[in-house]
């Protein structure tokens, strides 16, 4: 019988690891649980309704409400050399099937993950990218230092010009994402990085694609 685990995303941090923050898995909706009297938190899991952590310093097992942070509560104390927890619940049947990756994995090839509408969807572990069925995982493709490497899909490589142009090439887009913003004292290197504009044809190539060198007028010599 194929495993499932409930899970939800949690954060560590960013205030010196002395924060717990619950999101939903695409990283909207931040709630700050806790940010008081954590001095050195070492791990922490979630089970039901709770957020469970270690913290080592005071060698202790507290536990909060997982939604609002409030009901916190000492569960065990005077623990030492404990770095890590894990919660495992058995699962009833009929949840089980009703999971919508309880059948053939959701028909994925590795990671099936629930949605809140009763849906799935695949993902895959690193090193490997989600083919254009949506399925299943396969190696990423090999391009060149020349290329962009969509994400998915069945164009695997594009020139590099072509990432961040304004114009989705590849199938799943992803040659127009996280493109950067330059600034407007920046120039916009071909490539999508940005780079200081007074370094347009100034005679030494700044940008990875040298494109700030290109189309210039004057003919530098660099020495
Ligand atoms: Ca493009
Ligand atoms: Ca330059």
């Given amino acids: 019988m194929p495993r499932i685990v409930k899970c939800c995303h949690l954060t560590i941090g960013p205030k010196l690891m002395q924060s717990y923050i619950s999101c939903f898995l695409p990283g909207a909706n931040r709630i700050v649980l806790q940010d008081s009297n954590i001095l050195q938190p070492m791990g922490l899991t979630v089970l039901r309704d709770h957020l469970y ?24 104390g005077r623990i030492s050399y404990l770095t890590s927890i894990h919660a495992a619940e058995e699962i009833d049947p009929q949840e089980f099937a009703s999971h919508p990756c309880s059948r053939d994995n959701g028909g994925c090839s590795h990671i099936c993950i629930a949605k809140g509408d009763g849906t799935s969807t695949c ?12 399925l299943h995982c396969g190696e990423p493709p090999t391009c060149s230092t020349e ?10 490589c594009i020139p590099m010009a072509w990432r961040c142009d304004g114009f989705p090439e590849c199938d799943d887009g992803s040659d127009e994402e996280n493109c950067p913003i330059c600034s407007a004292f920046q120039l916009q290197c071909d490539e999508g990085s940005c780079i200081d504009a007074q370094k347009r044809c100034d005679g030494v190539p700044d940008c990875p694609d040298k494109s700030d060198e290109h189309e210039c007028n004057s003919t530098f010599t660099h020495y």
């Fill in 147 to 156: 290329q962009f490497t969509c994400s998915t899909g069945e164009i695997g």
């Fill in 123 to 134: 993902s895959c572990p690193m090193h490997l990218v989600l083919l254009q069925d949506l």
């Fill in 53 to 76: 952590w270690i913290d080592r310093q005071q060698q202790m097992i507290e536990r909060v409400d997982k939604l609002t942070g409030e009901g916190r509560t000492r569960i065990q």
